[in-house]
């Protein structure tokens, strides 16, 4: 067992497969302009701080508000985890959402490297199989099939095409909570992040096919459709 592993609050996840098929482990830490880290080559690192910066000034200066100024302490702890991230020499791998960051591993000794170099893991997930596979077991629902999106970037048309479709057939549908506060501008945190969509969202239907609707109408978006078995 690596050290320091009780430090961390961890957490069984139940699931039919390993993280992306591949993954035991699941690390998360929060940190300001997460964004900036989806990319750790140097170039493309630099660009998104120099994107970050500008956004952050924009903030400042039209909205009004101080607490988004970019602060020299932001600029360093996103190279501080850049730095851990790439001296990790197993294989991982990096899911940003917000001001979240879940790094997908099988060595767990990354948890200690982000500790050391002063990162707070509020959750450390461990991948348990004791699900049947291909197959959504809920309590209770009332449909038969669960079709999950694809993480992708969408640009602003896009998510308002996405927003008119589901909101159009919520008498077939049901949308996930996050879906819908993120398709509909609902919180600001969703507004800011509007470009992409994430693989967590969902749509409940009867209907098998409605994932080749949603499909039809924005290519590429839809991941998986498995089927609702109830254990109730």
Known sequence: MPKGLSLYKIESDHRSSLYYDQYEWCVTFNIAEANCLRNLDQKQFEQALRNAKRWRQEIVSYAQL????????????????????????????????????????????????????????????????????????????????????????????????????????????????ALDNWVNSKFIGYVRNHSYSRAHYFVDHDHPNEGTMLSLVMPGIVRKTMPIQTTK
């Open 66 to 177: 101080p607490s988004e100024r970019w602060t020299d302490a932001k600029e360093q702890d996103l190279r501080l985890a850049r730095d851990c991230l790439l001296a990790e020499t197993e294989p991982f791998k990096t899911v940003v959402s917000y001001n979240t960051v879940c790094i997908y591993t099988n060595h767990l000794v990354l948890a200690n490297h982000l500790e050391t170099y002063g990162f707070k893991l509020p959750l450390v997930r461990q991948a348990r199989l004791t699900k049947p596979a291909n197959v959504v077991q809920l309590r209770e629902s009332q449909y038969a099939y669960r079709t999950y999106f694809r993480e992708r970037r969408i640009n602003l048309e896009q998510r308002n095409m996405l927003a008119n479709f589901l909101n159009s057939r919520r008498d077939t549908l049901r949308v996930s909570t």
